[in-house]
């Protein structure tokens, strides 16, 4: 009998778990990630050849991890297409599962097609930074950036280092500095004292079937402690300056709302500063293959999914980061119960009661902890009519207020056109939300909450790739 | 001051180094195997290998191949994310520059020159 065919894309918490309960469900499998080695950024594993052999000590939750990756990889249903991006995806028939466009690494990268049954997108989240002041100056990192090249390649990216923003992401991050012999200089969250106070310690017994993760956040505390690293509240860095490269921060006490506590301003010097504003969903793909998305404001806008983590789109399943931030152990559930259902299996499996507690458990957390950590209202306080706002093209701030308030730019492409913002090599993947946010805030009408994610051609594709002829990987 | 490698005989992860040389705009950097270019590039002190369009210096900014800050070309191979591509021996890699050609004052980069 003719298998059901499963293409997994994304070989993080989500996508990993998402290929195990597929291959349990019967199915055959092809997981592609844009990475050498399966994990995401979440277990962002160190390259081959450095032949570490203790990597476990880099992660948490490394044995099953490892268990799960065996597993999966050693599976005969299953084909792993590691340095594998998806560039497109493409609907020839509106009922079925879209076919996968795929580039393999390498000069020229080997482009190939894949057919099938069901699709399970899991492509995670990448470090939302808001702009401020100086952030385009070289030394300025995301803070997934500063935890990547720790993690992943064991470089520190600076000797005395400040880890600045909001949310609980930032406590690894300033571990993995510490680990990898950087000096902390202060970790500064914007969020005040009393919100994150009142955030995390309500209910209470969310925090108890959350063991593992909140253990995690309690032990990186505890390491910020012993290395007795200043963890300030109500507290953003507001500009970095340097002479081509950071070289010092200026840092200020802001109100709930995020605005400029006059006269609070204090100088750090540091040789980088790692900044992380939340996370925003990689929903490229979700928007190409036609998925409803929800949420009303530009920096929440997820990919909507029912009860079996489906999609509205024929076939197509979604897991983990894009389907809300809430973290690694939702992302598992979540990726079970989507590879279970796009495989086939019985939708009165046993697990998946269980699985399906567990996600509305893993969301839980997730929505009281950004309770704690919303980005403030008032934050473009920060910047200056010259602030670049988008990063490829150096679009000011002056430029896309004016835009938004001509009539002439009102409808957002045009105003793309007249500003630059999104049009250089990252095609918006930095500035799309904040400039779609800035927009709305100035009262310019766009109306569709998933254009900061339209982009048909997902990863950039050279000619000479496309002229080659496609590779047909599952006939 | 500037980032740097964690010494392999201190790394926890017990890790193994094995020599990796490149050429970048024709000086020789050593690194080591299994580095991504934007990592090797980083370890041995450079912080910045771009310009943007006014010629303001550029370096790492998300390093997992979403910003595109860390272009590089690598063996002539233009617009290559430095933080996705592993470093192999003999790679030649050279800096991108994206002021455009027109601008006067200021050196033209390998993208404009060729």
Redesign the interface.
């Given at each position: 009998m003719s298998r059901r065919h499963v293409v997994v894309v994304g070989a993080g918490p989500a996508g990993l778990a998402a290929a195990d309960a597929a291959l349990a469900a019967g199915a055959r499998v092809t997981l592609v990630d844009?990475a050498?080695r399966p994990g995401g950024?979440y277990h962002r594993m160190?390259?081959?050849?450095?032949?570490?052999?203790?990597?476990e000590?880099?992660h948490h939750g490394w044995a099953a991890f490892d268990r799960r990756v065996r597993r999966v990889l050693a599976h005969d249903r299953c084909t792993w297409l590691a340095g594998t991006s998806v560039w497109a995806l493409e609907r020839e028939d509106p009922a079925r599962a879209p076919l996968v466009h795929v580039l393999g690494?390498g000069?020229p990268g080997r482009r190939g097609v894949l057919t099938p049954d069901a699709l399970v997108l899991a492509p995670g989240a990448?470090?939302r930074v808001l702009p401020f002041p100086g952030w385009?100056?070289?030394?300025?990192?995301?803070a997934?950036?500063?935890q990547?090249?720790a993690k992943g390649?064991?470089?520190?990216?600076?000797?005395?280092v400040a880890v600045a923003g909001t949310g609980p992401f930032l406590l690894p991050v300033a571990v993995s500095l510490l680990e990898?012999?950087s000096q902390v200089a202060e970790v500064l969250e914007a969020a005040g004292g009393a919100r994150v106070t009142r955030g995390w310690l309500r209910r209470p017994w969310e925090l108890a079937a959350q063991a593992g993760k909140t253990g995690e956040l309690v032990s990186y505390t505890a390491a910020l402690a012993r290395a007795r690293v200043p963890y300030l509240l109500g507290r953003a860095v507001v500009e970095a300056r340097g002479d081509?490269?950071v070289e010092e921060i200026v840092s200020a006490r802001v109100r709930a709302d995020w605005s400029v506590v006059p006269g609070s301003e204090r100088v750090t010097a540091v040789?980088?500063v790692c900044v992380g504003h939340g996370f925003t969903p990689?929903l490229e793909l979700l928007v190409a293959a036609g998925c409803a998305v929800r949420g009303g404001t530009p920096d929440a806008v997820f990919v909507q999914v029912d009860d079996d983590q489906l999609t509205s789109s024929p076939g197509v399943y979604a897991a983990g980061e894009v389907t809300g931030i809430a973290g690694a152990p939702a992302s598992r559930a979540e990726g079970a119960v989507a590879g279970w259902h796009a495989a086939g299996g019985a939708p009165s499996a046993r697990p998946l009661t269980a699985l399906r507690r567990g996600r509305d458990q893993g969301r839980a957390f997730a929505g009281r902890l950004a309770a704690a950590h919303p980005i403030g209202r008032e934050w473009p306080g920060w910047l200056r009519d010259d602030t670049v706002v988008c990063?490829?093209?150096?679009s000011d701030y002056a430029s896309v207020r004016a835009a938004a308030g001509d009539p002439a730019t009102t409808e957002a492409r045009v105003a793309k056109l007249g500003t630059r913002a999104g049009l250089?090599?990252?095609q918006g993947?930095?500035c799309a939300v904040t400039v779609a946010e800035l927009r709305a805030r100035l009262g310019a009408p766009d109306a569709d909450a998933a254009a900061p994610h339209r982009r048909p051609l997902a990863e950039?594709v050279r000619l000479g790739e496309l002229a080659a002829p496609a590779r047909e990987y599952d006939g | 001051m500037s980032p740097r490698l964690v010494p392999a005989g201190s790394d926890p992860v017990r890790r193994t180094e094995r020599p990796v040389a490149v050429t970048v705009d024709g000086e020789a950097v050593t690194g080591i195997a299994g580095q991504t270019i934007a990592g090797l590039l980083l370890a041995s002190g450079r912080r910045a290998w771009r310009t943007g369009p006014s010629g303001a210096r550029r370096g790492v900014f998300c390093g997992i191949g979403v910003c595109f800050d860390c272009l590089v070309s690598v063996n002539g191979e233009q617009d290559v994310r430095a933080c996705r591509r592993r470093a192999a021996d003999g790679d030649a890699v050279s800096t991108q520059n994206r002021r455009p050609p027109e601008a006067d004052g200021i050196r033209q980069g390998p993208e404009e020159a060729s």
């Open positions: 844009s050498e950024q160190l390259p081959d050849a450095y032949e570490a052999a203790n990597p000590v880099l690494e000069s990448h470090d385009e100056l070289p030394g300025v990192f995301t997934g950036a500063a990547a090249l390649e064991r470089v520190a990216v600076g000797e005395r990898a012999g081509g490269r040789d980088a990689r990063r490829c093209e150096e250089g090599p990252c993947r930095m950039p | -």
